[in-house]
């Protein structure tokens, strides 16, 4: 069968599908990543195909952060929108006879389905679906708003997003030569859909209807033919595990400002840290500080005393499977979710927003996951479990059941 998979964003957007990929690559099944440009490499270092979406996210997260408005940031959003989408329906026609979406560009996936015959399947990252026993990862309001209002949180984020890609997929879908949709929606509307995070981390909600379920972390695949840089491989020999600091997709443009604070909050907790350069450019000084590019996080982190990350869904798995203490440092969309899941768990200290964050907080923040042996036990037994779960055969014994269909 030839699957295709469409994700839309950063590296963390992209990552985990290349394990499922390389699982459906071993099962017989062609498979084809449609993912932005940037990450044609690490899609073809994993055996995959790759299909280019348009646009930079890098940029988009630029002019988010530059805008002078909500309506500066809806203009490019909608221009984004619009490329991510002929660019979705030109992978689509590309061919395949099924397709796996992630949930940002889901919509853009079910009219390209459509318009060529091809089921869709959604295989997401975060829940996408509104439920009384939590609000959705970005909804605003607070962690816990009650049954009642946890699920109009959720429904108001899902309706807030129809809204803002529904010109995009009522322009495709004319393109397409499709009628307009019945009703505005959503990519919560595609049955059936996976959830890729474990049940541990986040149990599958009784309310969420049929169809829609929680199948397990798909860990990302390590490039073939991968190395570890002999520098990181001489400096983790040279003393004890030090912390992993770094903030993914975050604060492109800040990296000189953060750089300064993790600098002197490694200096004050005393520890050795490798710090991850990221969409921020971020870049450390001191003689126990090394700074690394991109690289396998289920490599590195068991390696490590504990992982400072901005909380995107891909991070936090990674850290969760190494067994090892976060500090999470939320910055925006869903990261605040599960840098609160992650303190629920017993795996973190509080949560500390990037926008506030200081070197004080974090050097205190470090200090208390080295030496608070709660946290470390219960990361420790979280790997355990979550290890022993197999995501990705949910999403095989399911397509094995379409295909024979």
């Given at each position: 069968m030839r699957i295709l998979i469409v994700t839309a964003g950063s590296r963390g957007d992209v990552a985990p599908y290349t394990g499922l990929g390389r699982r459906l690559l071993a099962a017989g099944h062609e498979v084809a990543v449609a993912a932005h440009p940037p990450f044609a490499g690490l899609i073809g270092d994993c055996g995959l195909e790759h299909r280019p979406l348009p646009g930079d996210p890098r940029e988009l997260i630029r002019t988010r952060a530059r805008a002078a408005s909500w309506e500066e940031t809806r203009a490019a959003m909608g221009t984004f929108l619009d490329r991510l989408a002929d660019g979705v329906a030109a992978a689509v026609a590309d061919g395949a006879d099924l397709v796996l979406t992630a949930f940002g560009p889901a919509e853009?996936?079910?009219?390209?389905?459509?318009?060529?015959?091809?089921?869709?399947?959604?295989?997401?990252?975060?829940?996408?679906?509104?439920?009384?026993?939590?609000?959705?990862?970005?909804?605003?309001?607070?962690?816990?708003?009650?049954?009642?209002?946890?699920?109009?949180?959720?429904?108001?984020?899902?309706?807030?997003?129809?809204?803002?890609?529904?010109?995009?997929?009522?322009?495709?879908?004319?393109?397409?030569?499709?009628?307009?949709?019945?009703?505005?929606?959503?990519?919560a509307d595609i049955r059936p859909v996976f959830h890729g995070f474990s049940p541990l981390v986040v149990p599958r909600p009784a309310d969420w209807p049929s169809g829609v379920e929680v199948a397990g972390y798909w860990w990302p695949a390590r490039p073939r033919d991968w190395r570890p840089p002999a520098e990181l491989v001489d400096f983790l020999q040279a003393g004890p595990p030090p912390v992993f600091i770094g903030f993914g997709s975050m604060a492109p443009g800040e990296g000189e400002r953060l750089g300064e604070l993790v600098t002197a909050a490694v200096a004050r907790a005393g520890v050795r840290a490798v710090v991850q350069t990221g969409w921020a450019g971020l870049a450390a000084a001191g003689d126990d500080v090394l700074t690394v590019g991109d690289l396998p996080h289920d490599w590195l982190f068991p390696r490590t005393a504990a992982v400072v990350h901005h909380a995107g869904a891909g991070t936090t798995a990674a850290g969760l499977r190494a067994g090892v203490p976060a500090v999470p440092v939320p910055a925006m969309a869903d990261q605040p979710f599960w840098a609160a899941r992650l303190h629920r768990l017993g795996v973190a200290p509080r949560p500390l927003p990037l926008e506030a964050l200081t070197a004080?907080?974090?050097?205190?923040?470090?200090?208390?996951?080295?030496?608070?042996?709660?946290?470390?036990?219960?990361?420790?037994?979280?790997?355990?479990?979550?290890?022993?779960?197999?995501?990705?055969?949910?999403?095989?014994?399911?397509?094995?059941?379409?295909?024979?269909?």
């Open positions: 853009l996936s079910r009219a390209a389905g459509e318009a060529y015959g091809i089921p869709v399947i959604g295989t997401y990252l975060l829940p996408a679906c509104a439920t009384r026993e939590f609000p959705l990862a970005g909804a605003p309001g607070g962690d816990d708003l009650g049954p009642d209002g946890n699920l109009a949180a959720g429904l108001r984020l899902l309706a807030d997003a129809g809204a803002l890609q529904a010109g995009a997929v009522a322009g495709l879908r004319t393109r397409l030569g499709l009628p307009p949709a019945a009703a505005r929606t959503t990519g004080d907080s974090l050097a205190t923040a470090i200090t208390t996951c080295l030496t608070n042996p709660a946290l470390g036990r219960r990361a420790a037994e979280l790997a355990e479990a979550v290890t022993k779960e197999d995501g990705a055969a949910t999403v095989l014994t399911h397509i094995g059941v379409v295909g024979r269909e």
